[in-house]
């Protein structure tokens, strides 16, 4: 069975000023954080059912907010990312919940 899902490297925002490296995993049953840099691995799981919508804007960085009924989750994808693939591979898993933007 092929694996329908995608990973990349994001920041993600958690105050002012501040914010802790991630990888994302991105898949049909959700969205999945996973902390790096740490000695024991901790993140947390958004189900697709709790995801609003997912909007990935491009400008001097790409910038991805997932907005749940909860909580708005902020991050910054890691310099290396492919946007345009990560854009393509979202659209597919989230479909009408995900929105791209170039500017």
């Given at each position: 069975m092929r694996d329908n899902s995608v990973r990349f490297a994001v920041s993600l925002r958690t105050g002012f000023f501040q914010a802790e490296p991630y990888i994302l995993t991105v898949s049909l049953t959700g969205i999945k954080f996973e902390q790096v840099q740490r000695e024991q691995?901790?993140?947390?799981?958004?189900?697709?059912?709790?995801?609003?919508?997912?909007?990935?804007?491009?400008?001097?960085?790409?910038?991805?907010e997932i907005v749940t009924n909860a909580k708005s989750y902020i991050c910054i994808l890691h310099k290396t990312a492919d946007v345009s693939s990560v854009a393509q591979s979202m659209a597919a898993l989230l479909g009408k919940k995900f929105i791209y933007t170039l500017f």
């Amino acid at each position: 069975m092929r694996d329908n899902s995608v990973r990349f490297a994001v920041s993600l925002r958690t105050g002012f000023f501040q914010a802790e490296p991630y990888i994302l995993t991105v898949s049909l049953t959700g969205i999945k954080f996973e902390q790096v840099q740490r000695e024991q691995s901790t993140g947390f799981f958004i189900s697709n059912a709790d995801i609003r919508l997912v909007y990935l804007s491009k400008g001097e960085s790409a910038e991805l907010e997932i907005v749940t009924n909860a909580k708005s989750y902020i991050c910054i994808l890691h310099k290396t990312a492919d946007v345009s693939s990560v854009a393509q591979s979202m659209a597919a898993l989230l479909g009408k919940k995900f929105i791209y933007t170039l500017f």
